[in-house]
């Protein structure tokens, strides 16, 4: 039986679930200005990150994924301890550099490395990470486990609102939204992840509370009459999470609704407040 090892990148926040610790989890650091770093959750969790850029809006974050170096440590330990194969799902690659520096990395080590371009991020990618683990622990090889990962993939879509787009244009993750930075920042838009891995803007609103009656709607209307696991990740943003759980369970009483947070260097993308009701259908 071949033993393979599952590694995740931060932007999955499974710091915020309870998750099986073998998993390795490759860091990501958030930037601000020149001098100061933060290992994501270890340095700087979610509630104090938040309460951070809350306080100063114009103290915009950059954020880097995890070393080549810290990552070679990694699979060197693996090889170490016996492991054949590692598998490592990451964020979207269309967000992210990081799918193709773990395929380059890969050469540079012995055991046999491979990468998973989940095309999402937040608790969909963590689903992936999960199912993974489990599969791995049940003696499925890496070839056996990535069908299981591309169905979960290519059913899985988030809606989400922010606050503001100052974030996300300032850190260039958002595309096909048209007009002056200016007007831009004043949009309250309906966004998606969509299928490619980018995020999109489907329509443009004006006011917070409309944007996240549209993701509402928007979730209620695919869901239909469908078997799906629903989850709400939101940027520190308990009150609206609340609001969206009451009012899916109004719709499908019987839907388990998962909550967890979007994790400091994903929230540096969506700024405070940010929100998204995603699905896996099953």
Not at 100 to 117: M, N, W
């Amino acid at each position: 039986m071949s033993k393979v090892a599952i590694l995740a990148c931060s932007n999955a926040g499974l710091d915020y679930l309870d998750y099986p610790k073998d998993i390795i989890i490759l860091r990501s650091a958030i930037h601000f200005g020149a001098d100061e770093s933060f290992d994501d959750f270890v340095d700087m969790d979610a509630k104090t990150f938040y309460e951070r850029i809350a306080k100063d809006p114009n103290d915009i974050p950059k954020t880097s994924f995890v070393t080549i170096g810290k990552m070679i440590e990694y699979f060197e330990q693996l090889e170490k301890e016996g492991y054949e194969e590692a598998l490592v799902i990451t964020i979207s690659s269309q967000l992210s550099g990081l799918f193709e520096a773990v395929k380059r990395t890969a050469s540079e080590v012995k055991i046999k490395v491979t990468a998973f371009d989940s095309l999402t991020l937040a608790y969909g990618e963590a689903y992936m990470v999960l199912e993974a683990h489990r599969l791995a622990a049940e003696g499925k090889t890496v070839a056996e486990i990535i069908p299981y990962l591309e169905k979960i993939r290519d059913n899985d879509r988030i809606y989400f609102a922010v606050d503001t787009l100052l974030y996300l244009v300032k850190n260039g993750r958002l595309s096909k939204l048209q007009g002056t930075l200016g007007t831009m920042l004043q949009l309250k838009p309906l966004l998606v992840l969509g299928d490619d891995g980018k995020v999109t803007s489907l329509e443009k609103i004006r006011t917070t509370h409309k944007a996240q009656q549209r993701v509402l709607e928007k979730y209620i209307e695919d869901t239909k009459d469908l078997n799906v696991l629903t989850y709400i990740a939101h940027a520190h943003n308990e009150e609206a999470a609340a609001w969206f759980k009451e009012e899916i369970q109004k719709v499908y009483p019987k839907r388990e609704v998962v909550v967890a947070y979007l994790t400091p260097v994903v929230g540096a993308h969506t700024g405070p407040k940010g929100i998204g009701v995603g699905y896996i259908k099953l």
